[in-house]
Structures are given as structure tokens and as C-alpha cells.
């Protein structure tokens, strides 16, 4: 479809965060025009494009049109687990709680629970995610089907999957679907014997590939790393070759200055995760000291199973107030900075250069933010307002690769929502008996 937005305040996120007057247009999947209104900016003429050849025009209102956010970790299909397994610790909640019951899920079962999930980034304006989970068809499916994009990455460990599935997963996904693409990855140094770990870096190695994981998530985890290999895990899994051609981890709440400069080092993605890692009690990351280091970073909701809600207003809050509060320091982490990493630092971790802010030729994933409701208003400075006091009340739009998904409380993902939550709700009811 071609759309036009127009009467809009635009956040584009192309290089600062200047919130200007005008429109957006789209031509199927693609951005192809920001700027001032038509009939009043010159380059809308000079580009050829005819403002009345729309299938759609959307008036703005004044509100504000500005990149999708992205989020950088979770696990989708774990919505069945949703306040379920609550207010127990990291490794008691795996082995006790989630391990037994993932035993149970079947195939369909993850695409219908992963569509649940979809349903919630919409809410959020959450235009694309990094998909972490089993059976890699039926995420794909779930996401093609409802018109959401989607990065998966490997959940490889001693437990689950192979290297050769691995490969061939890479290679499938990678040459699948223009909303799907699959990255190298494994569940984390603990759960992935040092054979397998070797493998991983061949495939890197033979593919030129990054490679992803959870890391540093826990103190436990950090100290019976080095216990058995003498060394944090950020540092063993680089001495193994894996990060050779980039790649990031996962939460890496407990960094030490040696992980850190490996990270900025080896052009690695810190994906950050303060909702799971509060809720869990695993700590809180040196997101300021990476910022200081030139650390490339995004922010991710964790599986909705330890966070529980997939919502990235409350993530960006928290990452810089948990940042603040580490640090004594008010002035740290500042808003502009994590609203950067919810949107063009998230998509640069998964690998697109096409997407995470609003200009000619990149990807039509975008949102329309509501600023006529009281947490908006004054309008002193809206990247603030959207991190400090931002909510998914305030999302009333969500496109994805030029089709809109989610539009004033109403799903447009080829299925009833209502038909989704009471597939979920079966589910859960099955697998407790």
C-alpha cells in the first residue's frame, strides 16, 4: 500500500533528536519521503512522487510519527509461562519451574504462543524483535503470518539442537522471508560444553558470522565460569574465537573492565535486560561505564516469563533509572541516549542497516505516539517525556515493513485476537495437568 502520514511531528532519529513538522510517505515497504508538508517542500515535487496517488492518507493530528522500537531479547513462545513461575531466583526458576514445563510444548503450541506475543509488541510499538526459542518454523510462521519481523538466533546447548541443525537453520532462515532472518547463537556458557562451543566458532568462522548468548547474567554464573575455565565468561568464549566477527550477549549484568573492553574491542552488542534482571534479583548492569566506553548498546524485555510484561516503555525507564541509582549519579544514562538504544542501537545488534530511524529508502517500521493525553503533556522535550513518562497507552499506531498491524486498540494480524488468548489459555490448562 502506499500511505501518507501528514500533520504530524516527526522524531526521525536520523543523526539527532530534533522533533520537526510534516509528513511521511510510504510506498509499499518503503520510506520515501520525510519533510515538510506537500505543496510546500520543493524535493516532494523533484522526487516525482504525486501526493494524490494514495490508497490511504492519515491525518497525525499533531502527534508524533518516529522508528518502531526493537526489541533486542526475548523468548516470545514463554508467554504460556506468564506469571506462573514468579519470585524465585534464576537458576532455581530454569531447573525447577521452566525446563519441565518447556518439556511439554509441542510445535503449535509455540506458534500460537509466540502470536500472543506479537500481539503484546504491537501494544508496545515494538516493530521488531530477537527471537531466542526452539522449533525456529513455527516462530517463522507465527511472524509471517501476522506480518511482524523477526530475527531468530540459535538456542543451541548440551540439551537441545545441534550444530549441524544449527547450520542448517542458517542457512533455511536466512534465505526464507523478506520479515525473517536467523543469527548464530547458543543459551549460555554453562548450559554449552566447551566441544560444542568450538563448533559454534567454526560456523562463525565459516560463515563470517556473529554469534550471540546470554552473558554475565548472574554472579553465580560468573564465578563457576572462571571455577572452571579460570576465566569470566566473556573472556573464554573470546579466547574460544567466537566473537571474530562481532556478535553480543545477553543481559551481561556482572561485566568486569576486561569484558567490557573485549566488547568494545571485538564491536560487540550489549543487549540489556533491566525488567528480568530486576525481577530476578541478578543484579544491575555498568550501563553507564559502557556508554562511557563506546560500547554498542540495545535494550531487550527478556521472555515473558521472567519479566512478565513486553513492554519496552517500562525497559527504557528502568534502564536508565536503574543506571542512575547504580551510579549516585542523576545525570547518567540520559534519555536521549536510551531511546537510541531502544530503536536504531537494537536494530544495528541484530543486523539492520535499513531500519531504526525515519529517511528515503529505509524500512517502513515506524509508530504514531499519542501526545494528547496528560503523561505527554507539556510538551517540553518529548524524547523525555517518552522515556520518563511514556507508555504503550500512548502508542495509537504500529506499522511493520509498510502495512499497519496495530491501529487505535484494533489488531490487523489475519487472526482474532480473542482466538489467540483462548488457544494460550488451553495450552497452559493442558501442560498443568
Known amino acids: 500500500m502506499n500511505i501518507r502520514f501528514y500533520n504530524g511531528r516527526i522524531l526521525a532519529m536520523d543523526g539527532d533528536m530534533e522533533v520537526r513538522s510534516g509528513e ?61 513461575a ?8 530454569l531447573e ?44 517463522a510462521r507465527a511472524s509471517i503470518d501476522c506480518g511482524f519481523r523477526t530475527v ?25 522471508h523478506e520479515l525473517i532472518r536467523y543469527h548464530l547463537g547458543f543459551h549460555a556458557e554453562y548450559t554449552t560444553s566447551e566441544e560444542l562451543l568450538k563448533g559454534v566458532a567454526a560456523l562463525a568462522e565459516k560463515y563470517q558470522a556473529p554469534v550471540f548468548t546470554h ?32 556478535g553480543g550477549g545477553y543481559h551481561c549484568v556482572h561485566m ?41 548498546l540495545a535494550v531487550g524485555t527478556d521472555g515473558p516469563a521472567s519479566n512478565n510484561c513486553l513492554d519496552m516503555f517500562r525497559e527504557m525507564f528502568l534502564v536508565t533509572g536503574l543506571a542512575k541509582l547504580r551510579e ?22 541484530m543486523g539492520f542497516t535499513d531500519c531504526g530511524c525515519l529517511a528515503p529508502g529505509k524500512l517502513a517500521d515506524l509508530i504514531i505516539i499519542d501526545l494528547k493525553q496528560p503523561n505527554m503533556q507539556p510538551l517540553n522535550h518529548i524524547p523525555k517525556n517518552l522515556v520518563y513518562s511514556g507508555s ?17 486498540g484494533k489488531f490487523f494480524v489475519g487472526a482474532d485476537p480473542e482466538e489467540i488468548y483462548g488457544k494460550a489459555n488451553r495450552i497452559i490448562k493442558r501442560m498443568k495437568v
Open 96 to 139: 525447577n519451574q521452566v525446563f519441565p514445563m518447556e518439556a511439554k510444548l509441542t510445535g503449535e503450541d509455540i506458534y500460537e504462543l509466540s502470536r500472543l506475543a506479537i500481539l503484546e509488541y504491537l501494544t508496545s510499538g515494538i516493530t521488531s524483535n530477537f527471537d531466542m526459542y526452539f522449533q525456529p518454523e513455527m516462530i
Open 24 to 84: 511521511v510517505w510510504i510506498q509499499g515497504n518503503r520510506i520515501t519521503y520525510v519533510g515538510g508538508t506537500a505543496g510546500q517542500d520543493g524535493r516532494a515535487v523533484e522526487r516525482g512522487k504525486d501526493p494524490r496517488a494514495w490508497d490511504r492518507e492519515i491525518d497525525v493530528e499533531g502527534n508524533l510519527i518516529m522508528p518502531g522500537f526493537v526489541n533486542a531479547h526475548t523468548h516470545s513462545a514463554m508467554t504460556f509461562l506468564r506469571s506462573y
Open 392 to 408: 504503550k497507552q500512548n502508542v495509537k499506531l504500529t506499522m511493520v515493513n509498510g502495512q499497519i498491524l496495530y491501529e487505535e
Open 328 to 349: 549516585g549519579d542523576a545525570s547518567a544514562v540520559p534519555a536521549e541516549e536510551v531511546l537510541k538504544m531502544a530503536t536504531s542501537g537494537g536494530a544495528l545488534a
Open 152 to 176: 531468530m538466533v540459535s538456542s543451541l546447548n548440551n540439551f537441545t539442537s545441534s550444530l549441524d541443525a544449527m547450520e542448517e537453520e542458517y542457512v533455511k532462515y536466512n534465505h526464507y
Open 215 to 246: 552473558n554475565s547474567e548472574t554472579d553465580r554464573e560468573v564465578k563457576e565460569c572462571i571455577a572452571r575455565h579460570g576465566k569470566s565468561p566473556t573472556a573464554y568464549l573470546d579466547s574460544l574465537g567466537l566473537f571474530r566477527y562481532g
Open 256 to 296: 568486569t573492565d576486561e569484558d567490557i573492553r573485549i566488547f568494545k574491542d571485538r564491536g560487540l552488542a550489549v543487549v540489556t535486560n533491566p525488567g528480568s534482571n530486576t525481577k530476578l534479583s541478578s543484579g544491575i548492569a555498568r550501563i553507564s561505564d559502557m556508554l562511557k566506553e563506546g560500547v554498542r
Open 86 to 93: 514468579d519470585d524465585l531466583p534464576l537458576q532455581e526458576w
